[in-house]
């Protein structure tokens, strides 16, 4: 593998790593205002995240290549609003979206087809998530940041009933 696609690869672990440990946080903070499916909808995309840094994990290793695992900072504990919360997770998105990108270049210049193969699976990834995001992002903003329209956006998430999300079996679950 291309050293400077191989030191991209590690360092795209970082995003992951850090979006995972903050979707986690939004989680429990969601959880503590009452928002439970607000907390499911984001502990999902923590589980999401980790998934995504073992599959660059389980690439390089598969090609006998070093996998770095990266320090992970404390991430923020509270937020003004759901809508700031929801803001910063379109912000997440949409830097991981750029790293992959920058990774899927990177590999095409080096012909990696392997790596190609996988950075497309992300491409196609990345654009549900940002897609989820900016959708329940408006409906915020349709339906406001507090009372009865927000409890009923907890509900869709609950139920699974948002654009680009799946149904979720512990709906409303605890932590």
């Known amino acids: 593998m291309d050293a400077k696609l191989l030191k991209g690869m590690n360092e795209h672990l970082k995003l992951e790593f850090k979006a995972s440990h903050e979707y986690r946080a939004m989680s429990v903070w969601l959880s503590a205002n009452d928002l439970p499916g607000f907390a499911t909808w984001m502990r999902q995309q923590s589980a999401d995240e980790l998934m995504h840094a ?6 390089m290793v ?8 990266p320090a992970v900072a404390q991430p923020p504990s509270s937020w003004k609003t759901v ?16 790293s992959i990108n ?14 190609i193969v996988l950075l497309q699976w992300f491409v196609n990834e990345q ?15 349709l339906g406001g940041t507090t009372g009865v329209g927000l409890l009923m956006i907890d509900q869709e998430l609950a139920k699974g009933a948002m654009p680009g999300m799946p149904a979720s079996p512990d709906a409303g679950g605890a932590q």
């Open 83 to 98: 809508e700031a919360l929801c803001t910063h997770v379109l912000q997440n998105e949409q830097a991981v979206t750029a």
């Open 62 to 69: 598969e090609r006998d290549q070093k996998a770095v695992l």
């Open 102 to 115: 920058n990774l899927y270049a990177m590999a095409e210049a080096a012909k990696d087809r392997p790596a």
């Open 54 to 59: 073992q599959k660059f994990i389980d690439h």
């Open 127 to 141: 654009m549900e998530e940002e897609a989820a995001a900016r959708a329940i992002l408006g409906r915020i903003r």
